[in-house]
C-alpha cells in the first residue's frame, strides 16, 4: 500500500492556479513533517516546503517558490495541501509527496517515505 497518495494536478494555464493534495493512508503520519517535491522533464528532483506535525512550515530558498507556494496541513484529514499561485510553463513538473518523522530529513530531501507524484503541466 502506497503509504501517500497525491493528486490536484493536471493541466493549468500560465498564470492560473493550482492546490494540490496529499493523503496519508496511516495516523502515525499526522505526527510527522511532510514536505512536497518537484522534478521537472530532465531535471532533478527539487524541495520545494514541508511542514512540521506542529505547523510551522518552510520553504526552499529558491525563486520559484517565493510569494506562489504555500504549504499547509490539516492533521484531522491526514492530509497535506500545496497551493501554488501564478503558475508558469517552468513550474510542469511532477509533484510528489514525502514524510518523514524527523523533520531535518525531509528538508534534506531524505524522506523515509514517498508518494508516486501528480502531474502538474502548465500551458502558454
Known amino acids: 500500500q502506497v503509504p501517500l497518495v497525491e493528486f490536484g494536478g493536471g493541466l493549468a494555464q500560465a498564470g492560473g492556479s493550482l492546490r494540490l493534495t496529499c493523503t496519508a493512508s496511516?495516523?502515525?503520519?499526522?505526527?510527522?513533517?511532510m514536505g512536497w517535491f518537484r522534478q521537472g522533464p530532465g531535471k532533478e528532483r527539487e524541495f520545494i516546503a514541508a511542514i512540521r506535525a506542529s505547523g510551522s512550515a518552510w520553504y526552499a530558498d529558491s525563486e520559484f517558490v517565493k510569494g506562489r507556494f504555500t504549504i499547509s496541513r490539516d492533521s484531522a484529514k491526514n492530509t497535506v495541501y500545496l497551493q501554488m499561485n501564478n503558475l508558469n510553463l517552468e513550474d510542469t513538473a511532477l509533484y510528489s509527496c514525502?514524510?518523514?518523522?524527523?523533520?531535518?530529513?525531509?528538508?534534506?530531501?531524505?524522506?523515509?517515505?514517498w508518494g508516486r507524484g501528480t502531474q502538474v503541466t502548465v500551458s502558454s
Open positions: 496511516e495516523r502515525a503520519f499526522s505526527t510527522y513533517a
Open positions: 514525502a514524510a518523514d518523522p524527523v523533520p531535518g530529513l525531509v528538508g534534506l530531501s531524505r524522506p523515509s517515505y
